[in-house]
């Protein structure tokens, strides 16, 4: 097996790359995949939500090395594996990961060196998985083009509410020059993931008619995200998935739904 490795993003903070990631895994893994979740962020929001999503009876899991130990160390990524659940894997970060880019800046004269980095360091973990989730924090840097170019693909994820239509166009022109004209990535953008606002559907489906006029209907997801209050208490609980909790249900029936999209248009891709 060869896994496809995947990044939600947007330059954006704070619209769902991080739950939009967990849920995708997860419902990766319910489908019959077996996925890694990257926590390419600092903040180590997926971290926490994946060892909340891990630990029964409420216990408190900790860690004792994150990705900046092995990465400064020079270890492979293999022994920062944690299992969530069957076939569901985590390399879990933490706020250390500050010091990547000056690591990169420090280790390497040349500044595709510097790029392709990552992509060389997780080499080793492609064959042991389908899916490796790739989940960012919110910036256009260094750090964020090392994540991008151990990509093959990435979502771009479109809150539907004004201005980030904007912010979509320019992250996908800076993934155009930077990475791929600049430093010959074959990272490729998968689709454009609308996440709903709670405004309304008016303002959404003018966002959304906007959107498929600039991007091209066949570039933005059938399956759209709503807004569930639920995905906000699992920051708290960790990922339920109570087949008799109606809330659980919705949320998962919506990520199950993307998850395929995903695995369908990745295959019409390799056609
Ligand atoms: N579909 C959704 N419905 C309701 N709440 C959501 C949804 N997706 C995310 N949230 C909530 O919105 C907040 C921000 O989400 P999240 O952390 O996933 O965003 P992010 O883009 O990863 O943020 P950052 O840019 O800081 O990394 C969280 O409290 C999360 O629980
Ligand atoms: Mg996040």
Redesign the pocket.
């Known amino acids: 097996m060869t896994a496809t490795t995947l990044s939600f993003s947007n330059f954006?903070?704070?619209?769902?790359?991080?739950?939009?990631t967990a849920l995708v895994a997860y419902n990766l893994q319910k489908l019959g995949h077996k996925v890694l979740i990257i926590d390419f962020?600092a903040?180590a929001?997926i971290t926490s939500l994946m060892l909340k999503t891990k630990s029964v009876n409420d216990e408190i899991i900790t860690i004792d090395k994150a990705l900046m130990k092995a990465i400064n160390e020079d270890s492979p990524l293999e022994e920062l594996v944690i299992q969530i659940k069957e076939n569901l894997d985590l390399i879990p970060n933490a706020v250390d990961f500050s010091m990547y880019p000056r690591y990169l800046e420090r280790n390497f004269d040349s500044e595709i060196d510097r790029v392709s980095y990552f992509k060389n360091k997780i080499g080793g973990l492609r064959d042991k998985y389908d899916y490796i989730l790739i989940?960012v924090?919110?910036t256009l840097s260094l750090l964020n083009d090392t994540a991008f170019f151990a990509c093959d693909q990435i979502i771009v994820?479109l809150q539907t509410q004004e201005r980030s239509l904007s912010g979509a166009e320019v992250f996908i022109r800076y993934l155009q020059e930077t990475l791929i004209d600049e430093f010959h990535s074959n990272v490729d953008i998968l689709g454009i993931l609308p996440?709903l606002s709670k405004k309304g559907a008016r303002v959404d489906a003018e966002i959304l008619k906007a959107a498929s006029e600039e991007f091209g209907v066949e570039n933005i997801f059938e399956n759209k995200?709503?807004?569930?209050?639920r995905?906000?208490r699992?920051?708290m609980t960790g990922i339920s998935d109570d087949p008799k909790d109606q809330h659980d249900n919705r949320v998962h029936a919506v990520f199950e739904g993307v998850s395929k999209e995903i695995i369908a248009r990745l295959e019409e891709g390799s056609e």
């Open positions: 954006k903070g704070g619209v769902g790359k991080t739950s939009t962020d903040q929001n989940d924090p919110p994820v996440v995200i709503s807004l569930m209050e995905i906000k699992f920051d």
